[in-house]
């Protein structure tokens, strides 16, 4: 069983003591490739030295809305000259991560607005996928890429949404990024909306060191922990655990290219 990891935050010092091993034991699990996202202008020296450590890593660059205080003017076109310089290089796989969030309201909503759109627009210009964060923000995100209309598209990270909502960013070419969240007993609408979810649409994460499954509540996330995620939302979706790994493997490599 081979699982893709699309989401991660392996560069954070979380995993500076024990990170090889780690990386070690989530392959001996199947979870072979990963993706390592860049959240600021500081990060992205980390996450593109740890990538290249490793070639069953990749990166994807981009400036988070969470930290939108942090980010300084001139960090846009910082982030265009990286995508300039590693244009074309087979471990550089999406913009991100970028996106809107509602959910911390002193986050000023149309300075992220402008941020999203010119990462969007990066985007479109390097021919790369986007990997978007939202929060509380599911009709302004749609609106927004139902104006770009990406050509490669891209993952919803973490996707909590509605089935009307999961329908229109699969309408608009997106996969839906399913991890830990949706293992919780409590998630109620989301099991209903897994149900219904077609295949072809999901891709799994787990956003190491984030958002722990509810086999490991409270833990540190890892990729080690995907095939346990797997088989949990394989059963919600009453499907096969090798059935889901397969299914979105095949969906994460049909997105970033990979043979
Ligand atoms: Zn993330």
Known sequence: MELIDTHTHLDFPDFDADRQALMAESRALGVRRMVVLGVYQGNWQRVWERVQSDPDLYAAFGLHPVYLNDHRPEDLSELGDW??????????????????????????????????????QLAADFNLPALIHVRRSHAAVIATLKRFKLKRAGIIHAFAGSKEEAREYIKLGFKLGLGGAATWPQALRMHRVLAELPLDAVVLETDAPDMAPAMFPGQRNSPAHLPAICAALADIMAITPEQLAVASTANACELFNWS
């Open 83 to 120: 995508l300039t310089r590693l244009a074309g290089h087979r471990q550089l796989c999406a913009v991100g991560e970028i996106g809107l969030d509602y959910f911390i309201e002193t986050l000023d909503r149309e300075r992220q607005q402008a941020l999203f759109d010119a990462q969007l």
